[in-house]
Antibody
Framework: QVQLLQSGAEVRKPGASVKISCTAS????????LHWIRQAPGQGLEWMGV????????SYAQKFQDRIKVTGDASSNIVHLELSSLRSDDTATYYC?????????????WGQGTLVSVSS | SYDLTQPPSVSVSPGQTASIACSGD??????SYWYQHKPGQAPTLMIY???ERPSGIPERFSGSSSGTTATLTINGVRAEDEADYYC???????????FGGGTKVTVL
């Protein structure tokens, strides 16, 4: 069955960086985009960026352009999100989600979420 | 602009109908999607491509879209439908995704 398994919770100080992972299984990894979406406490869902694991294509929300990096390893079905220059308002649960871009089916499977806490 | 606007909250009695509107310029040219999000869980896709329902989603959930407004309708609301609901779409280039601000559905 399809699974997106994310790495565990992280705690960082302001100004630091964090790298979290999303390991896919149960489907053909290169057929789907993988997105990163976050939710800060009391806030809504916020799209951050996407990678096409087949071609390496990436797109990032303008808000994060200067401090986000999404990478993928098709040989191990893993995608990473790296966010730098962390601030307290980056405290959030971060989700990966897959999208069948060829069929416009939306984000049909999601990871379980990774809590990132930023505090001095 | 490809912002999406939703009402912050909707209240409905059990068995009644709840409708949530989502407005945004990009909806005129891009599909809309709807997600249900309950505390402590990952979001669940409820509607894709404006009107389609994924396997396993109850028939009481339906979607529609006209012009720059998409609508999620829940017929015969149940207590278990109490959750936050988010619309989602893309910008006109298809490179970016965007979520609406979310609507909290309260079942009275």
């Amino acid at each position: 069955q399809v699974q997106l398994l994310q790495s565990g919770a992280e705690v960082r100080k302001p100004g630091a960086s964090v790298k979290i992972s999303c390991t896919a299984s149960g489907y053909m990894f290169t057929r789907f985009y993988l997105h990163w979406i976050r939710q800060a406490p009391g806030q809504g869902l916020e799209w951050m960026g996407v990678i096409n694991p087949r071609a390496g294509y990436r797109s990032y929300a303008q808000k994060f352009q200067d401090r986000i990096k999404v990478t993928g390893d098709a040989s191990s079905n893993i995608v990473h999100l790296e966010l730098s220059s962390l601030r307290s308002d980056d405290t959030a649960t971060y989700y990966c989600a897959r999208e069948d871009y060829s069929s416009s089916l939306g984000f049909d499977f999601w990871g379980q979420g990774t809590l990132v806490s930023v505090s001095s | 602009s490809y912002d999406l606007t939703q009402p912050p909250s909707v209240s409905v009695s059990p068995g009644q109908t709840a409708s949530i509107a989502c407005s945004g310029d990009s909806l005129a040219n891009q599909f809309s999607y709807w997600y249900q999000h309950k505390p402590g869980q990952a979001p669940t896709l409820m509607i894709y491509k404006d009107t389609e329902r994924p396997s396993g989603i109850p028939e009481r959930f339906s979607g529609s879209s006209s012009g720059t407004t998409a609508t999620l309708t829940i017929n015969g609301v149940r207590a278990e439908d109490e959750a936050d609901y988010y619309c989602q779409s893309s910008d006109n280039s298809g490179a970016f995704r965007v979520f609406g601000g979310g609507t909290k559905v309260t079942v009275l």
